[in-house]
């Protein structure tokens, strides 16, 4: 065990932390001394996005001294950008264990430090921070959360005053002041208990009408109103929004799975609340199929990222992906608003990377600006910020389930994209279709682009270092064929460089640096190699795309675009 280590330990032991911490110490001191040192090896770091780890006591752990530090160094950031100002933060939380305490002692923390604290009373979506940010002229917000993450997870995710997360300079900013907090004791833990105010009916009631006025077609629900709709919420916060959202809409035959309809953190029914694995969707599926539903949704945890299962062109029940949710609702938000006399000659959507390619298509043949920025919402957000009063923002999204429909929040929202997802399905059976037949009438118009997704988790102290060093190897030596095919051109987010591997040209790419890398193919293939920003993971992601010109062929060109990304992952040794 390292002295650094151990110094870490003993500072708990003798240190200002209560008594039921510095027992689990001890317990672990006799019991798991792989533990302690995991606990306690190095700090738990406060990202760009904020912090999220394991529960449990030490440096490396989520815990009330963890969480009380970051935001005491949040605090000092917000008091030095607003001097001689009443600084207004809004607090939330998920339906994670200990999720309601971390809140209140974020909330404890900023209000000792003479901030107005409006804390929600009980837990609510992601989104609606966001929204309440905006709506109550906040500087800054922090939602305990960790996602989709296993229960053994939580999180702080922090904001800045338009809503989104931090980007540059905050981000970086707020970083420093948070690892220059080097004790509990300067932590201002109590004192302000009088700047806290509850949130609850009011701030929902906004919200909801602002999620309704996103509605393209109304009249197409009032026709559809009995669109049979199963949802899940996982057991998380989306049971106590998206409900209310889509009897506001005016759909009157939604269907609750009640096996996952009470908020816990345990997630007794699942092993990851990740509406992106099938076996989370499993339950909602077998409900969908029995009721005969028209379309089946379920959002994670904080409700920020949903997923959505249809009937397919041959009656079973499938689920789509990510990429392909995105680009049914991109071309709705684009088509919808166009055929309704909407739509304005700014529009404009946002998507990111490592999201299918097929949404810039989309936009192209739609002459909608379409911009790509780097991975996560906060990006999409600071270009929202950026054209303000220039180009009028209508969808952003991204592969990972997340879509963000209009300017009113700046984080994505999976309760305002059930509530579309659910208008657009109802547009559909207005003209006798589902949904995946809109989806395959889109490949043929334009193009089948199909895309998979592979992580590969390195756990523990060298997970880092093996994930860097995979990184390092694709940067120093980028393979020149892929199954086959040359490759053609090399992203590299991290140096900012494009290069046509093919006769040398180099560009510059006008984005922040980010440690990813794409491989772009003669064939139009594209993979992505991307380490995760707040997981142990490496995520590769993998596109592929030809042409369709009948929905006939769907089942064919289907099968040869799954058969060569299969050969694509094989080839990279990925499997």
């Known amino acids: 065990m390292s002295t650094n280590f151990e110094q870490k330990v003993a500072t708990w032991l003798a240190g200002n932390y209560d008594e039921a911490t510095k027992k689990a110490?001890?317990?672990?001191?006799?019991?798991?001394?792989?533990?302690?040192?995991?606990?306690?090896?190095?700090?738990?770091?406060?990202?760009?996005?904020?912090?999220?780890?394991?529960?449990?006591?030490?440096?490396?752990?989520?815990?009330?001294?963890?969480?009380?530090?970051?935001?005491?160094?949040?605090?000092?950031?917000?008091?030095?950008?607003?001097?001689?100002?009443?600084?207004?933060?809004?607090?939330?939380?998920?339906?994670?264990?200990?999720?309601?305490?971390?809140?209140?002692?974020?909330?404890?923390?900023?209000?000792?430090?003479?901030?107005?604290?409006?804390?929600?009373?009980?837990?609510?979506?992601?989104?609606?921070?966001?929204?309440?940010?905006?709506?109550?002229?906040?500087?800054?917000?922090?939602?305990?959360?960790?996602?989709?993450?296993?229960?053994?997870?939580?999180?702080?995710?922090?904001?800045?005053?338009?809503?989104?997360?931090?980007?540059?300079?905050?981000?970086?900013?707020?970083?420093?002041?948070?690892?220059?907090?080097?004790?509990?004791?300067?932590?201002?833990?109590?004192?302000?208990?009088?700047?806290?105010?509850?949130?609850?009916?009011?701030?929902?009631?906004?919200?909801?009408?602002?999620?309704?006025?996103?509605?393209?077609?109304?009249?197409?629900?009032?026709?559809?109103?009995?669109?049979?709709?199963?949802?899940?919420?996982?057991?998380?916060?989306?049971i106590t929004m998206v409900p209310k959202v889509l009897a506001a809409f005016g759909f009157n035959n939604v269907h609750v799975v009640e096996e996952q309809s009470i908020p816990d953190g345990n997630f007794p029914t699942v092993a990851y609340p990740n509406p992106e694995e099938s076996e989370t969707m499993s339950i909602g599926l077998a409900k969908a199929k029995v009721l005969d539903a028209d379309i089946l949704l379920g959002t994670d945890p904080d409700a920020d990222r949903v997923g959505v299962g249809v009937k397919n062109h041959k009656g079973e029940w499938v689920l789509m992906n990510g990429n392909q949710t995105a680009v049914l609702a991109f071309a709705y938000m684009m088509e919808a608003r166009r055929a309704k006399g909407v739509a304005n000659a700014n529009d404009m959507v946002i998507t990111t990377i490592v999201t299918t390619e097929m949404i810039n298509e989309v936009a192209k043949q739609n002459k909608v600006a379409c911009y790509n920025v780097l991975t996560g919402f906060k990006w999409i957000a600071e270009l929202i910020k950026e054209k303000e009063g220039q180009e009028n923002y209508v969808i952003g999204g991204e592969e990972s389930f997340g879509l963000m429909i209009g300017d009113q929040i700046r984080d994505k929202d999976a309760v305002s994209a059930v509530a579309l997802l659910c208008e657009m399905a109802a547009y559909e059976k207005s003209k006798g279709k589902s949904l995946f037949d809109k989806m395959i009438e889109l490949y043929v118009q334009y193009g089948f682009y199909y895309e998979t997704l592979i992580s590969i988790t390195k756990k523990g102290m060298n997970g880092q270092q093996e994930i860097a060093a995979m990184m390092e190897g694709y940067r120093q030596a980028p393979p020149s064929m892929i199954n086959g095919v040359k490759v053609a051109t090399l992203l590299d987010y991290e140096l900012q460089k494009g290069t046509n591997l093919i006769n040398g040209e180099t560009w510059k790419i006008n984005l922040p640096k980010s440690n990813v890398l794409q491989f772009v193919t003669e064939d139009g293939s594209k993979i992505s190699a991307r380490p995760s920003g707040t997981e142990p993971k490496i995520k590769f992601y993998f596109s592929v795309n030809t042409k369709l010109n009948h929905a006939d062929e769907f089942d064919e060109k289907y099968a040869a675009l799954q058969n060569k990304i299969n050969g694509i992952i094989s080839d990279m040794q990925l499997n």
């Open 25 to 238: 110490i001890q317990d672990l001191q006799i019991n798991n001394v792989s533990e302690l040192e995991e606990s306690f090896y190095k700090n738990l770091e406060f990202g760009t996005g904020g912090l999220r780890g394991i529960m449990g006591v030490g440096t490396n752990r989520i815990n009330k001294y963890t969480i009380g530090m970051a935001t005491q160094g949040f605090a000092n950031y917000l008091t030095k950008t607003y001097p001689g100002e009443k600084v207004h933060v809004a607090i939330a939380h998920d339906s994670r264990n200990n999720s309601r305490f971390f809140a209140e002692t974020t909330a404890a923390v900023f209000a000792a430090n003479g901030f107005k604290v409006y804390l929600f009373e009980t837990l609510r979506p992601t989104p609606e921070l966001s929204f309440a940010i905006r709506y109550l002229g906040c500087k800054a917000g922090v939602v305990c959360t960790a996602s989709h993450n296993p229960k053994e997870y939580n999180g702080y995710k922090a904001y800045w005053n338009d809503g989104g997360q931090l980007v540059p300079p905050h981000d970086k900013n707020v970083i420093t002041e948070v690892e220059a907090i080097q004790s509990v004791d300067e932590v201002k833990w109590t004192g302000g208990e009088n700047n806290i105010e509850l949130l609850g009916n009011e701030m929902d009631e906004a919200y909801i009408k602002m999620v309704k006025s996103l509605s393209v077609y109304p009249e197409i629900i009032e026709a559809q109103k009995d669109l049979k709709i199963v949802y899940t919420p996982i057991h998380g916060t989306g």
